[in-house]
């Protein structure tokens, strides 16, 4: 196994995080085109402005991504912003933001982790031939010992058994 296998939900992670931030940025966008009074219009503007600053999350990394969501979320935070976000209402959409995140990087994290953990670790074909030549040593003793009583019945044991393996692997490659 070459990953975590957290892929698939880091994916749905990274898809609502994805349309939680463009549904925040269409329902300012609306804000905008419908405010009658003008400061409520600035208000709009200054937040859509932090919306730009911080690009499009398609076009980037799960780890680009993250990190410009904490800039966007901690820059919607600020004093003067947090009050502008209030006063629109989008307090409680900013923090499940936030939130959903802060979950995101947990997961992300996570499988990077894992994975760095698995590419660390041997696959089977490495781990063969130790192995192998650990059981050829054993069975070359076990050869050797053949003629001491105590040791005749496990030699007739491990001939038969590699016998039917090599009979068996015979009839494979036919």
């Given at each position: 196994?070459?990953?975590?296998?957290?892929?698939?939900?880091?994916?749905?992670k990274?898809?609502?995080?994805?349309?939680?931030?463009?549904?925040?940025?269409?329902?300012?966008?609306?804000?905008?085109?419908?405010?009658?009074?003008?400061?409520?219009?600035?208000?709009?503007?200054?937040?859509?402005?932090?919306?730009?600053?911080?690009?499009?999350?398609?076009?980037?990394?799960?780890?680009?991504?993250?990190?410009?969501?904490?800039g966007?979320?901690?820059?919607?935070?600020?004093?003067?912003?947090?009050?502008?976000?209030e006063?629109?209402?989008?307090?409680?959409?900013?923090?499940?933001?936030?939130?959903?995140?802060?979950?995101?990087?947990?997961?992300?994290?996570?499988?990077?982790?894992?994975?760095?953990?698995?590419?660390?670790?041997?696959?089977?074909?490495?781990?063969?031939?130790?192995?192998?030549?650990?059981?050829?040593?054993?069975?070359?003793?076990?050869?050797?010992?053949k003629?001491?009583p105590?040791?005749?019945?496990?030699?007739?044991?491990?001939?038969?058994l590699?016998?039917?393996?090599?009979?068996?692997?015979?009839?494979?490659?036919?």
């Amino acid at each position: 196994m070459n990953n975590s296998g957290l892929e698939t939900k880091i994916a749905e992670k990274d898809a609502h995080n994805d349309n939680m931030y463009f549904g925040l940025k269409e329902i300012v966008i609306g804000m905008s085109r419908s405010a009658h009074e003008v400061s409520k219009f600035a208000d709009t503007e200054k937040i859509l402005s932090i919306f730009q600053k911080h690009g499009n999350m398609n076009k980037k990394t799960y780890s680009q991504q993250s990190a410009a969501l904490t800039g966007f979320c901690k820059e919607m935070g600020n004093t003067d912003n947090a009050a502008i976000v209030e006063t629109l209402g989008l307090t409680e959409a900013l923090a499940r933001l936030k939130n959903m995140n802060t979950n995101f990087k947990a997961t992300y994290l996570n499988q990077v982790t894992a994975n760095a953990y698995l590419h660390r670790k041997d696959t089977a074909v490495v781990m063969y031939k130790p192995l192998e030549d650990a059981l050829r040593q054993f069975y070359t003793l076990v050869e050797a010992m053949k003629n001491i009583p105590s040791w005749q019945k496990l030699y007739a044991d491990l001939s038969e058994l590699s016998q039917r393996n090599k009979f068996k692997n015979d009839v494979k490659l036919k």
